[in-house]
């Protein structure tokens, strides 16, 4: 879309606006080039995925335009950057109709079945061997998007594949759909195109993360999760999820010349000259189209092939490198790549006859539902777990799964005895698809879900905004056993050598009964167990005491403060400066802290509040453990505060995880990708492509293992 020196001459303005923003001194007149710098940008970020500028520089000039935009209201335009998130609430979504229906595509399911499609496509052409045009099946939502003399004018979902749903203002939040798009250039006045939202692989990740530590039940998979996100009716929301856009069909166009193109079909809607200038006349050329103008369509991910068994061939490479992929796909398309053959060869009324799915061998199976089990986890969440006969899906036998809690139950219907659909996609949790309910034969029971901890036998409570019931006993011996679990674990204190099995043998024998037990174990009994030789009891002991050096916010991570998750942890570390001391702040004070909202704020008062807790910190200061800032704990001289890091590579004299701790230490900041707010790169052995993104922009220091720690020691 930018080639070299439209960028150069993009990141030039863009740095000029920057400077004006700095000095003040940007006017109304100034309203055009702002706008162009900052679709340039989001298009480097959202379409690229290689930003140029840093999210400060961005958020600075995107600012500046709102200023502008709302002291001169004239001077709106629909296209304009702010415009893609609206004031309040989608009340509704209204049914429209799409300008070319819908349709499905036919199926298969191995290569015979491509290569007898092939055999009709070679009939109904006339052709020996047939061009196609191969692309990925995307495992998302459905979605038909309009523009009309350059501008979005509407996005809808699927339906029923005549007419969809309006969600326009949703769209707009989709930083990967341009508001407006030079199809002029191509003399096209209107056109519908065709995709497919999805929420990758990492978004999603990190939105079920965000869910779980919410004891909210996380969704089964991305496409549930890009398909829900389209019906939110808060467009701010929406906003948050941060979904990705595949445009990979122009389903219509108008063009100056006369034409219009229906799938496939072009016809000539006047007598004037039959010009072909400006037209389309492959798939191929479609898709390179769309991303020259800024859409994010599998130009890079097609491929056009001559002859079925190439194409074959494709399908299969593709499928053993789906899991290597950002996004989930469920298969191949292959589409017949002429628009004039596509007319030739026709439609049924169910699908086009010039393109099928190669479908990707299920990551499905059924099984059946034996048992339900009750867990108790350390904030006293109780948690159904569905014993399922073994059944192996996906690379893995799966003989468990949680089925979160009461409400999921009752939504998808699951009795014990059912038969169940079960589904694994790519590094997903397995989760129940759906109870097969026209296999039951009557002998299938209720799930009784218990009024009284499974554990302990306190009465379960549930708030009214939750799914979740729980027990509120903290002396519940599951919730300990857990929070000790927790403790322990390797993002926590990272005490190596005493997992799962040992933290619950030791507590079951008495050896252990709270979180401070951990530094009072009794290693003369330990060493009278059954598999406990002098090696393993050293290195236990060892861990134990490497474990007191753990920085401040490890130790808060560690305790298990409800909705606490690492990133909240480190922003308390760098706030106090004696842990304990929090018991003294407000929830008003907390909230004023970076990104902590009224319901962190209020667990956080809650934990601090409790005079148990405070003992407990008391006990693990007293047996060594650090309950100070990292502030304190910067090597003097040595501060890189302020100061971004990235790195790539293997190192030869440290581990990742030690050199990343030297960085924090000393008031460095890590970061997870190659952009311009990146000021060091620390390059190992066998570097990628991180190395290269950082070769292209100017202002990152690429440093070697060894500067690296000359740069750490001064």
Not at 164 to 184: E, H, M, W
Not at 342 to 350: E, L, P, Y
Not at 454 to 473: I, M
Not at 515 to 520: H, K
Request: hydrophobic share 35%; net charge neutral; proline share 3%.
């Amino acid at each position: 879309m930018y080639s070299t020196s439209h960028t150069q001459k993009l990141q030039t303005l863009s740095t000029n606006l920057l400077q004006k923003v700095k000095a003040h001194s940007l006017k109304a007149s100034d309203i055009t080039h702002l706008r162009e710098a900052l679709r340039f940008h989001e298009y480097r970020y959202y379409i690229l995925n290689d930003p140029l500028f840093s999210d400060f520089e961005y958020d600075s000039l995107y600012k500046e335009l709102e200023k502008i935009e709302a002291e001169n209201p004239s001077l709106i335009t629909s296209d304009s950057p702010t415009q893609r998130v609206a004031i309040g609430l989608t009340k509704d979504f209204p049914t429209v109709q799409h300008l070319v229906p819908m349709l499905s595509l036919e199926n298969s399911y191995d290569a015979e079945d491509l290569i007898d499609w092939d055999r009709k496509a070679r009939e109904l052409t006339g052709l020996t061997e047939v061009e196609y045009c191969v692309e990925p099946k995307f495992d998302g939502a459905s979605i038909s998007l309009i523009y009309e003399n350059d501008l979005l004018v509407r996005g809808a979902t699927r339906g029923d594949g005549v007419a969809g749903d309006d969600i326009t203002t949703n769209i707009k939040q989709i930083r990967s759909v341009p508001l407006s798009a030079a199809f002029s250039k191509y003399g096209i006045q209107q056109i519908e195109i065709r995709g497919e939202v999805l929420m990758n692989k990492n978004n999603f990740k990190k939105y079920n993360d965000q869910l779980v530590e919410q004891s909210l039940a996380p969704l089964a998979n991305p496409r549930n999760a890009a398909a829900g996100s389209l019906r939110i009716k808060n467009s701010k929301e929406v906003s948050r999820r941060n979904l990705e856009a595949f445009l990979y069909h122009v389903s219509y166009f108008t063009n100056v010349d006369g034409w219009t193109m229906t799938d496939g079909r072009l016809i000539k809607t006047n007598n004037d000259h039959h010009s072909t200038a400006n037209l389309l006349l492959t798939h191929s050329d479609s898709l390179k189209m769309l991303w020259d103008l800024g859409f994010r369509s599998p130009q890079k991910e097609k491929k056009v092939l001559t002859g079925i068994e190439s194409v074959i061939d494709y399908c299969n490479q593709f499928e053993k490198e789906r899991d290597d992929l950002p996004y989930e796909i469920d298969g191949m398309v292959i589409k017949v790549n002429d628009f004039l053959l596509q007319d030739k060869m026709g439609m049924t009324t169910h699908h086009p006859r010039w393109a099928i799915a190669f479908k990707f061998k299920a990551r499905q199976a059924t099984t059946k539902l034996r048992a339900v089990e009750f867990q108790v986890g350390r904030t006293g969440a109780v948690t159904p777990v569905a014993k399922l006969d073994p059944v192996f899906i996906s690379g893995v036998t799966v003989s468990s799964i949680s089925v979160h809690n009461e409400e999921y139950i009752k939504e998808k219907d699951l009795k014990i005895g059912d038969s169940v659909l079960i589904e694994r996609a790519g590094d997903v949790i397995p989760q129940i698809v759906k109870s097969l309910t026209e296999l039951r034969d009557g002998d299938e029971q209720e799930i009784v879900f218990p009024k009284h901890c499974p554990v302990c036998k306190s009465k379960l409570t549930k708030e009214d905004e939750e799914a979740v019931w729980r027990c509120v006993n903290i002396e519940c011996p599951a919730q300990v056993v857990e929070r000790i679990i927790h403790f322990a674990s390797k993002d926590a204190m990272d005490i190596r050598s005493f997992g799962d099995a040992n933290v619950r043998k030791f507590f079951n024998l008495g050896f252990l009964k709270d979180v401070p037990g951990v530094y009072n174990l009794p290693f003369d009994k330990i060493a009278m167990l059954e598999g406990f030789k002098e090696k393993s009891i050293n290195n236990l002991k060892t861990a134990i005491e490497n474990s007191k050096q753990q920085p401040l916010h490890r130790l808060i991570y560690a305790l298990g403060i409800r909705f606490v998750g690492e990133t909240t942890a480190k922003v308390l570390a760098a706030f106090i400066d004696y842990l304990p001391n929090f018991k003294n702040y407000s929830i008003e004070d907390l909230q004023n802290m970076e990104d902590i909202g009224p319901k962190v704020a209020g667990s956080i008062y809650t934990f601090f509040r409790l005079p148990d807790n405070i003992k407990m910190l008391h006990e693990l200061e007293a047996l060594g453990l650090n309950l100070k800032s990292n502030k304190s704990a910067m090597v003097a001289g040595s501060s890189l505060e302020g100061q971004t890091f990235l790195f790539t590579g293997t190192l030869m004299q440290l581990k990742r995880s030690d050199a990343e701790e030297m960085v924090e230490k000393n008031g460095g900041k890590l970061l997870s990708g190659v952009s311009s707010k990146l000021n060091y790169l620390v390059v190992g052995e066998d570097a990628g492509s991180k190395l290269e993104k950082a070769k292209k922009i100017t202002s990152i220091k690429v440093l070697s293992e060894k500067e690296f720690l000359q740069l750490i020691n001064g």
